[in-house]
């Protein structure tokens, strides 16, 4: 068997296909999705990434908005910006793009921000949210995972998801996620004893390791699912995942490829998560 591909740039383009056409009715109606993306630092790889972001805002008609600080900037000083934003009617979404230098603390800064424009979903209310299943702004690559499988027709209920790795923006979340819709999830992560017996037992198996090919076809179970979550750079430049793609797409009845797969639906849902904060801010207007 070889396994079918799950491409992602394609389910994202579909999707941001249609997010523009909701946009262009959201705009009819006064409303004009806003995203405020902040990047202290000059970080090349953040710098690429809050890029990106802001580009895929304007091609689905996103007012998006990159704020770039210098390096020595005080959180005190992001902290009024973040504030700043919090009371703008026309900003919807802020993010703050992680990882940000030693003198500025990642959780203060999350924290600063409101929930009800936490589009990345990290602010522990939205975390929060999530686990109990209300409504919430989701993290953005856990999101995009869930959505992939979906759109390709792969039942969850009663599965069991294996997740590697227990990172707070992948791991975890993703795990949950799929709880949420009725799996049985299971974590494995760097100090778990026979994990490839874990392994072998998923029906779905979600590997967001950050290791190079750390998962071949011993750890994977005929007919499996695999997403690989892993954006790991080559000798030659290339970008690979943490699965060792030539052995398990042999194995595996789904897989996700890198790149092309995991890696372009993560922009998409947060620019998803952007016009529902929009429409949420809109709905609830005047309700107060
Ligand atoms: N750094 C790496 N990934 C992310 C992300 O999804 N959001 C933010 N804010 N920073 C990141």
Redesign the pocket.
Known sequence: MVAELIKGNEIAQAKRDEMKDEVARLKEEGVIPGLVVILVGNDPASLS?VRGKTKACKQVGINGKLIELPEETSEEKLLELIDHYNQDETCHGI????PLPDHISDTAIIEAISPEKDV?GFHPINIGRMMTGQRAFLP??PFGIIEMVKMKGIPIEGKHVVVIGRSN?VGKPVGQLFLNENATVTYCHSRTANMKEITKQADILVVAVGKMHFVGKEFVKPGAVVIDVGINRKDDGKLTGDVNFEEVEQVASYLTPVPKGVGPM?ITMLLQNTIQSAKWSHQTEGVH
């Open positions: 990434y993010l703050v793009q992680l990345d953005c690559t923006i993560t």
